[in-house]
């Protein structure tokens, strides 16, 4: 399961009950949004795959990729198509229930769902770092020319900013000129939130996906989320 959100291209419509699967069993859902089990149930949906093949695929081990399949097996989200006949045991051919799959939320635990978004933040949080940690490497390639500055401010606080040396705090707009970065704390009324995210999908808007075949040049990252204090503690 890739997005927890997207804003792809319309998804199909369900024309039957094999075709589009609404997932209400806790084990099932959990299953698939697993990282051993959610990469087979990437391969299966809607594609047909050997063992053998879903371990060449995935760069799994045999072992694994047979184990894995069993267990989805059991828990009714694979299922046989066909045997392919050979010398020995003929080989089996696994599909996924349906070609479709509705995972309403309510089907999750409080803490599957939470880890299920902290799983996939932390793998966009990791690419954006590496990109973000390049970009210094590359914009001040000179050993000395920047880093962080800790100091405390006029009332106290200590603070920490990029520095290009002692005491002389970066001007990032002007060091780099296609990249920013925003957490900020908010205190705003519904009519002000819904505002604020019209104003940053019109934004974005203006910059369309990029399209298959084209180089990747810049990654954007916007969640605008009610938040309570708790959250951030």
Known sequence: MSEPFSSCSPAPACSSERECLTVTDARQAAAMIHPEFSPLMDALTGREASVGALARELDWPLDTAHYRVKKLLRLGLLRVVREEKRAGRPVKVYRAVADAFFLPYSSFTHATLEEKFQRHELQV???????YVRLLHDTFPQPGTLGPYLFRDEAGHLQEDLA??????????????TTTEYLRSLTLT????????????????EFPR??????????????????????WQ
């Open 125 to 131: 949080a990791r690419s954006l770092v590496r990109s």
């Open 164 to 177: 290009a040396a002692p005491g002389k705090l970066l001007d990032l707009a002007a060091a780099f000129p």
């Open 190 to 205: 519904d009519a002000e939130a819904r505002h604020l995210r019209d104003v940053l999908d019109a934004l974005a808007a």
């Open 210 to 231: 990029r399209r298959a075949g084209q180089p990747l040049t810049h990654m954007l990252r916007l969640w605008l989320v009610p938040a309570r204090e708790e959250d």
